[in-house]
């Protein structure tokens, strides 16, 4: 018997890419060396005290003094999964907005757990229309659950959720509100807004290794998930056992908690807690007014309004008579940036630049539109070379950072 030995496989170097795109952002240095620090027990007395930190940290975050705020060991997706195992039941109306592509997988969500999915459409780009949610529930009164996506990373549309989680309220009815896009990037205030369910992701904003997923529940979901008649039919997922690990106290083994992960975590999370929420939204802010005005001087225009314009994920029509899958390919292989392709029905008509996280800064920014423009014009498009960074570099001059102006040409 010979064993194989696969002796031509070495250890493996990604290579250094800017991260423009939907996610995973760039890490910052301080949060991937936290990742490396000794691997301890999941009931360690020192790490439950971190657990503890974490908790009052992802509060913080989310605006909110919810006891049971954590993070999921699983990527955003099961932080959706659990929102919807633990509070569907079956024969449960909710009503599901769908504009892109994350609120179609609430809809698979809500019926893989036996309930009836009521869906509100509204087309990919545009936020949720408030009146047609409110129709629905007019039509369904008994409805239980209100579910919607805060920030569409598909179109980089923004949502109203605060009017949407009033509509629910109105008609006591819960909300699950998938904020992984948004958080950290523009306001989410779990508290002020009345949100009951609300989930994120490491790996966007929040600029952590990808695989944790921010979660926080409203007393009024513990209730409803205690007193449930069937049992939650995800053993992993099942609230009421997590509780257990999660809780206040008397800890017991639920899995193996993500130890390093969550180190990273901590970390990015105490560097949230010192830059400051406000001032978080404001460098997304910032540098997507910079970004806007490069890539319309480029004549690539915004698939939003406006008025609902998501700053950390900025979708675009692609430049007519160019090849867009062409220019993805070589911004990544000449140059190792990332960009995000459209995707379902937009697959092909835009592109999607992220400015998430660590990856929000002006280097990014300025690198990208230069990288566009040599591309552009090498593939023939007539654009004026030097003007989208020149455009940008006056919109970063028009809003100077602590009160430091760039130098500007009189
Ligand atoms: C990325 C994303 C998810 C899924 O997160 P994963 O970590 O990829 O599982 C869910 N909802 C939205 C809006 C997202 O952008």
Redesign the pocket.
């Known amino acids: 018997m010979s064993i194989q030995s696969y002796s031509d496989i070495s250890s493996f170097y990604p290579p250094q890419r800017t991260l423009m795109g939907?996610?995973p952002s760039e890490i910052h240095p301080r949060v991937f060396s936290a990742m490396g620090r000794p691997t301890i027990g999941y009931l360690d007395p020192v790490f439950v005290d971190m657990m503890e930190e974490l908790k009052e940290l992802l509060r913080y975050a989310f605006q909110t003094k919810n006891a049971m705020t954590f993070p999921v060991s699983g990527?955003?997706?099961v932080g959706?999964e659990m929102c919807f195992v633990n509070m569907v039941s079956p024969g449960d109306k909710v009503i599901v907005c769908r504009n892109g592509v994350?609120g179609g997988r609430m809809i698979e969500n809500v019926e893989r757990c036996g309930g009836t999915a009521i869906v509100v459409e509204d087309p990919m780009g545009k936020p949720v229309d408030p009146e047609k949610v409110r129709e629905a529930f007019k039509k369904h009164p008994d409805t239980k659950i209100l579910a919607f996506?805060h920030?569409?990373?598909s179109t980089g549309v923004r949502s109203d959720a605060k009017t949407l989680a009033a509509i629910a309220q109105e008609y006591g009815a819960l909300t699950i509100v998938?904020t992984?896009?948004s958080l950290i990037g523009v306001p989410v205030l779990v508290d002020e807004w009345g949100l009951d369910a609300v989930y994120s992701?490491s790996?966007?904003c929040l600029s952590c290794t990808?695989g944790l997923s921010p979660i926080t529940f409203s007393d009024r979901v513990i209730e409803l998930v205690k007193n449930r008649k069937h049992k939650v039919q995800s053993w992993f997922m099942d609230l009421n056992l997590l509780l257990g690990y999660w809780g206040e106290s008397n800890r017991t083994y639920h899995h193996t908690a993500p130890t390093n992960s969550l180190y990273s975590l901590h970390e990015a999370l105490v560097m949230l807690r010192d830059e400051g929420l406000e001032a978080s939204w404001a460098r997304h802010r910032r540098n997507h007014l910079a970004l806007k005005a490069g890539l319309e001087t480029l004549g690539l225009s915004y698939l939003v309004d406006e008025e609902y314009r998501l700053p950390q994920m900025n979708a675009v029509y692609v430049m007519p008579g160019i090849d867009e899958k062409e220019v993805r390919h070589r911004l990544l292989e000449e140059m190792n940036i990332e960009i995000g392709a459209g995707l379902g029905p937009l697959a092909g008509k835009i592109w999607r630049f992220g400015i998430m996280g660590y990856s929000c800064k002006m280097e990014n920014v300025m690198l990208c539109l230069c990288a566009l423009e040599s591309v552009f014009d090498n593939m023939g498009a007539k654009i004026e070379i030097g003007a989208a960074e020149a455009a940008a570099y006056h919109a970063y001059a028009a809003r100077p950072l602590n009160n430091k102006p760039l130098k500007t040409a009189a």
């Open positions: 939907p996610g990527p955003g997706s959706m994350f996506v920030a569409e990373t998938d992984v896009t992701g790996q966007k990808p």
